[in-house]
């Protein structure tokens, strides 16, 4: 899934922004819920794009870790960014290595998109905005106001996550899928 995003994204006007055919999802979805074969490469990308937000929505927890709710939250206001970014570096050891590898193949595909912003028009404020509530939400249900302030937090945190990806994460997450 991640290796289709990562080679039709970047190509891909509006990748994450627009939504795969609801009908086409629900069951592609069943099948790999299911352990069928799927083969994405003969759907839309917009529908593998769909599918993979609907995967990390279910991720128990979310994939930066609701416990660390506040301390993401928090990253962001601290001082410039070499302070964020040994915050965000921080924050990352204290996830499961799953999530962390998870994480590096997600900033590998959105630096990609984020490359050619130009063509697709996803730049690094676009795609946060798409794909922030995705990796991270409260541990409790809170009120309209409070959700709408957190999620433009978070989207602030995600842009500059991809913005800066290959400093927090390394140089090699622009070779995490070889030669395409």
Known sequence: MLSLLYQEGPSTEGIFR????????????????SGAEVDLACESIFVTASL???FLRNIPGSILSSQLCDK????????????????????????PRANVVLLRYI???????EMRSEEN??????LAICIAPSLLWPPVAS??????????????????????????FGEEINSLFGEV
Do not use: Y
């Open 72 to 95: 993401w939250v928090s990253v962001m206001d601290q001082g410039n960014n070499e302070e964020k970014i040994k915050s965000i570096q921080r924050l990352i050891e204290q996830l």
């Open 143 to 168: 009120t309209p106001d409070m959700e709408s302030e957190f999620t433009k937090k978070i989207s602030n945190l995600v842009q500059f996550l991809t913005e800066n990806c290959c400093r927090i």
């Open 121 to 126: 028009q996803m730049n690094a404020f676009n």
């Open 52 to 54: 993979f937000k609907d």
């Open 107 to 113: 900033f590998g595909v959105l630096h990609g998109i």
């Open 18 to 33: 627009r939504s795969g055919s609801a009908k086409t999802c629900k069951e592609l979805k069943e099948k790999l819920d």
